[in-house]
C-alpha cells in the first residue's frame, strides 16, 4: 500500500511538470536567433514554449553606481506578467546583470520566473558573423535551460557537462551541454 501511494505521488509530480507551461519574452535581444532558441528549449523539456510579451524596459532596476541591472528587482516586476500558477516566464534582456554577492550574473531564478542577460556572452560588441549569431544563440539556449531547471526545483550539478553546472564564467557555459546529466534529468522527472 505503501509503494503504491509513493508512486501515486510521484506520478502527481510527473503530471505538474508535464503540465507546465513555459514563456519566453525577449527585450532588445535582436541578435539572437529566437526561432532556434524555442526548437531547442522544447526539445530539452518537451513542453510546448509560448512567446509572451512582458516588460517594456528595466530601468527600474538599474544601479547607476554598478552601470548594472539588480536581477531580484526584475523577478519581483516580472511575477505580475505570469499568465497563471503553473507557468514559467523567462525574460531575455540585452543588460548587464547583477545580484547581490556577485560582480555580474549570466541569470537568475525565482520560483517561476527568470532573468537570462546575454549581454556578456557575445563574442564582440556588435555580432556581425553568422558564427558569432550561433555562438550567442547557444550560449542562450543553455542559460534558458539552466535557470527554468531552477524554477523546476533543480540546484546546481557538480558534472561540468551538465546544464545544471553554475557557469563561473563565459567558457563554463561553453563547455557544457545542453541537456541534463543522467542524475538531473531523474530529479527534473520526479518533481
Same mark, same amino acid.
Given at each position: 500500500?505503501?509503494?503504491?501511494f509513493?508512486?501515486? !505521488?510521484?506520478?502527481?509530480l510527473l503530471?505538474t511538470y508535464m #503540465?507546465?507551461e513555459?514563456?519566453?519574452s525577449?527585450? &532588445?535581444?535582436?541578435d539572437?536567433d529566437? #526561432?532556434?532558441v524555442? /526548437?531547442?528549449?522544447? %526539445?530539452v523539456?518537451s513542453? +510546448?514554449?509560448? +512567446?509572451?510579451n /512582458? ?9 547607476? %553606481?554598478?552601470?548594472q541591472?539588480?536581477a ?6 516580472? +511575477?505580475?506578467?505570469?499568465p497563471n500558477?503553473?507557468c ?7 543588460k ?5 554577492g !556577485?560582480n ?6 525565482g ?5 537570462? /542577460?546575454?549581454y556578456r !556572452? ?6 556581425d558573423?553568422?558564427?558569432e #549569431?550561433n555562438?550567442?544563440t547557444e ?5 534558458i535551460i539552466?535557470e527554468?531547471?531552477h524554477?523546476?526545483?533543480?540546484s546546481h550539478?557538480?558534472?561540468p557537462?551538465?546544464v545544471?553546472y !553554475?557557469?563561473?564564467?563565459v567558457g563554463?557555459?561553453?563547455k557544457? &551541454?545542453?541537456?541534463f546529466?543522467?542524475?538531473?534529468k531523474? %530529479?527534473?522527472?520526479?518533481?
Amino acid at each position: 500500500m505503501r509503494n503504491l501511494f509513493i508512486c501515486g !505521488f510521484v506520478c502527481l509530480l510527473l503530471n505538474t511538470y508535464m #503540465q507546465a507551461e513555459i514563456y519566453l519574452s525577449f527585450l &532588445g535581444c535582436k541578435d539572437i536567433d529566437k #526561432q532556434k532558441v524555442f /526548437s531547442e528549449v522544447n %526539445k530539452v523539456y518537451s513542453l +510546448e514554449i509560448k +512567446e509572451l510579451n /512582458s516588460l517594456k524596459d528595466i530601468d527600474f532596476a538599474h544601479n547607476p %553606481k554598478r552601470n548594472q541591472y539588480l536581477a531580484d528587482r526584475i523577478l519581483s516586476a516580472l +511575477e505580475n506578467f505570469l499568465p497563471n500558477s503553473n507557468c514559467v516566464l523567462v525574460l531575455v534582456v540585452d543588460k548587464d546583470l547583477y545580484t547581490e554577492g !556577485f560582480n555580474y550574473i549570466f541569470g537568475l531564478a525565482g520560483k517561476n520566473v527568470s532573468v537570462v /542577460s546575454i549581454y556578456r !556572452f557575445k563574442p564582440c560588441t556588435v555580432v556581425d558573423t553568422q558564427k558569432e #549569431q550561433n555562438l550567442l544563440t547557444e550560449r542562450t539556449i543553455k542559460t534558458i535551460i539552466h535557470e527554468i531547471g531552477h524554477c523546476f526545483g533543480l540546484s546546481h550539478c557538480l558534472n561540468p557537462k551538465c546544464v545544471m553546472y !553554475f557557469s563561473n564564467w563565459v567558457g563554463d557555459t561553453d563547455k557544457k &551541454g545542453k541537456d541534463f546529466c543522467t542524475k538531473c534529468k531523474n %530529479k527534473i522527472l520526479k518533481k
